[in-house]
């Protein structure tokens, strides 16, 4: 597309540019119109002459191919007056990179729910021979409904520059999603702009180290695609799209109810429309109401000339023209006031201004002269007067003074037949003796006496201990803890090695300079083993995850450590323990691991017994040219 393209600019006859949403690396992102089938769509522009316009051709093609309801399919591509562009479906939601933005972490269901669409479609493409090469949040769009929608299939990768058949990333992609669906944290392969999973010796973090609650199964689906060569593979199996559809189908179980809940849970899906109201015509009011007709006809001819009038119309309460039926409704203007809306039947109606005048609040009454609980005789209750002599000291904020010279109070009350009613409960019971209960104080008497039998045990213990000539707690005077064989820490030591070999399960001829592996055991430091010099860093991006040396301890032995005196710096170091001679290290568990400088140990994490000691490196230090690895020298201790 030229730089001077602007919005409303045609191409190919057809496509009006309506909205630029983005531009990078020389290609345009429009939102266009259709002239021909009147509707939106999605344009993706690149010059003709740029490398990729033959790559972004060929995947709109594969692409076509593509039959599923959840992926906006290609409408058009074309290489046409000096541009090359893809026409998508144009789609209409918010994507997964914004939701989790706005709302956070999804819940465990919505998430595995979410992922298994996207794989589902996913396996469906793959099933086909095309592969999405770059299935990253930005890609997965939620709609108004909840339903899920998968963008640029095979065209967003060729765009980017990526490899079009790669399905073993996209497996690791859908992994990356359900991880960034738990915790707000991208750890795909493909960049994203979603913040980057935490890691930790060269190996992202499992999800429940991110965020607490995350199932265990999504858990273990992470690690076993996200970290394959540090999970235990065999509890999980799963190495394609499919497979992981299934396994998240049959955890969220029935799906009901799950799309209207994640719509639910994204607000900028249900932002209140506008609601724009027909217009009313103006009426001219009845002439027996407001004066001459004259006056109101010389009016309507000076609106009518063009003159703009001193005030607004009158705004009606029903805004439909007037029926034959109801004249009078025509004729009766009313007050301008807020619009109500009927969310039934779509009727608009509007709040009048009150046409009597608000009542006046009743007179402010003085407050009674007499306490709060004071009967009142008006009720038909007899007179009730104190009784003389008393005064009641509790009496509070409702004492009165009874004009007496002993200020006696309203309590108690006299009700003149002979019974004296007491409104305020007594402080004390003189007749029974009993004081007022405060709560809970019974059991802090409770407490106090278990308190009191605990010290008395622990000192008759004690006692008892000391009398038969023991210490306080029942030890023997000789018996001494700092000289016992179990609280000695017994110091490490050097276990020997009978033999290095090299482990390349993931190299073509399975070796990696076999014939200098001796050099890492043999004490001299200025001899070292070393790998291969790679073009590329180890890792799951990588052709490698990793290469390593086997040491062999001759016999089953405790490890505790791996001492290691390595070329360059940082090294990542996995260390892996086992009885039988290893071909691989992914059926085996890591016994610990660290990222290295030239000198430093990687301690286990609890000792270990086992005859063979895999040093397995999973990062290498960058050197001219690319990355190799040395171990000059790797002591096992024990």
Same mark, same amino acid.
């Given at each position: 597309m030229p730089q001077t393209a602007r919005p409303g600019d045609v191409l190919a006859d057809r496509y009006r540019l309506v909205d630029l949403l983005s531009e990078s690396r020389g290609g345009r992102f429009w939102r266009a119109h259709d002239r021909v089938l009147e509707r939106h769509v999605a344009l993706h522009v690149i010059d003709?002459? =740029?490398?990729? +316009?033959?790559? !972004?051709? =060929?995947?709109?093609?594969?692409s076509a191919t593509v039959l599923d309801r959840r992926v906006l399919r290609v409408l058009d591509a074309e290489r046409l007056h000096g541009v090359c562009y893809v026409v998508n479906e144009w789609g209409t939601g918010v994507s997964l990179d914004i939701l989790l933005a706005t709302t956070g972490p999804l819940s465990p269901r919505k998430a595995a729910w979410l992922v298994a669409e996207v794989a589902d479609s996913i396996a469906t493409a793959h099933a086909a021979g095309v592969a999405h090469g770059r299935l990253v949040p930005e890609n997965v769009l939620v709609e108004r409904t909840g339903q899920v929608k998968v963008i640029g299939l095979s065209v967003d990768a060729a765009l980017h520059g990526l490899p079009a058949d790669r399905p073993a990333t996209d497996v690791t992609d859908l992994a990356g999603l359900l991880y960034a669906a738990l915790t707000g944290r991208w750890a795909g392969v493909s960049p994203s702009a979603v913040p980057s999973a935490p890691q930790e010796a060269g190996h992202v973090l499992r999800p429940r180290q991110v965020r607490a609650g995350v199932p265990r199964p999504l858990d273990a689906l992470c690690e076993a695609l996200l970290n394959p060569y540090a999970a235990r593979r065999d509890l999980l199996e799963v190495s394609t799209a499919r497979g992981v559809a299934d396994y998240l189908q049959e955890f969220v179980g029935d799906p009901t109810g799950v799309p209207e809940a994640l719509a639910a849970a994204a607000p900028s899906l249900h932002r209140p429309q506008t609601i724009v109201l027909p217009a009313v015509p103006d009426v001219v009011p009845h002439a027996d109401q407001h004066g001459d007709p004259g006056e109101e006809q010389q009016d309507s001819g000076t609106r009518a000339g063009g003159q703009a009038p001193s005030a607004p119309p009158p705004r009606h309460a029903d805004p439909a023209p007037a029926t034959p039926a109801t004249p009078a409704a025509a004729e009766l203007p009313t007050e301008a006031g807020l619009p109500i809306f009927d969310d039934a039947t779509d009727d608009v109606s509007w709040l009048e201004r009150r046409t009597e005048p608000v009542p006046p609040p009743p007179p402010f009454e003085e407050p009674p002269s007499r306490p709060l609980f004071a009967p009142d005789p008006a009720d038909g209750a007899p007179a009730r007067r104190p009784r003389p002599g008393v005064v009641h000291s509790s009496a509070g904020p409702h004492a009165f003074a009874a004009g007496? +010279?002993?200020? %006696? %109070?309203? &309590?108690? &009350? =006299?009700?003149?037949?002979g019974r004296a009613v007491d409104s305020a409960p007594p402080a004390d019971d003189e007749e029974t003796g009993t004081l007022d209960r405060v709560p809970g104080r019974r059991w802090m008497r409770l407490a106090i006496v278990l308190a009191v039998c605990a010290v008395v045990l622990v000192v008759t213990v004690v006692a008892v201990n000391v009398g038969r000539g023991r210490g306080p707690l029942g030890t023997q005077p000789d018996d001494d803890p700092t000289t016992s064989t179990s609280a000695v820490a017994r110091p490490l030591r050097d276990l020997p090695v009978e033999a290095a070999t090299d482990l390349d399960p993931q190299g073509g001829d399975g070796s990696e300079n076999a014939e200098l592996t001796a050099l890492a055991v043999?004490? =001299?430091?200025?001899?070292a083993w070393r790998t291969a010099t790679y073009r590329q860093q @180890?890792?799951?991006?990588? !052709?490698?995850?990793?290469?390593? @040396?086997? @040491?062999d301890l001759g016999s089953s032995q405790r490890v505790s450590e791996v001492g290691l005196t390595l070329g360059g710096a940082p090294t990542a170091v996995s260390v892996h323990v086992t009885e039988s001679a290893p071909v691989a290290v992914k059926d085996l568990a890591v016994a610990g691991a660290d990222t290295l400088e030239e000198r430093g140990r990687v301690e286990l994490e609890e000792p270990v017994t086992g005859r063979y000691v895999v040093v397995w490196l999973t990062s290498l230090p960058e050197v001219p040219g690319g990355y190799r690895g040395e171990v000059a020298e790797a002591v096992v201790r024990g």
């Open positions: 003709a002459a =740029d490398d990729r +316009a033959p790559g !972004l051709i =060929d995947a709109a093609r594969r007496t +010279a002993g200020g %006696s %109070s309203y &309590w108690p &009350w =006299d009700t003149g037949d043999d004490g =001299d430091p200025a001899t @180890l890792g799951p991006e990588g !052709l490698k995850t990793g290469v390593g @040396l086997v @040491l």
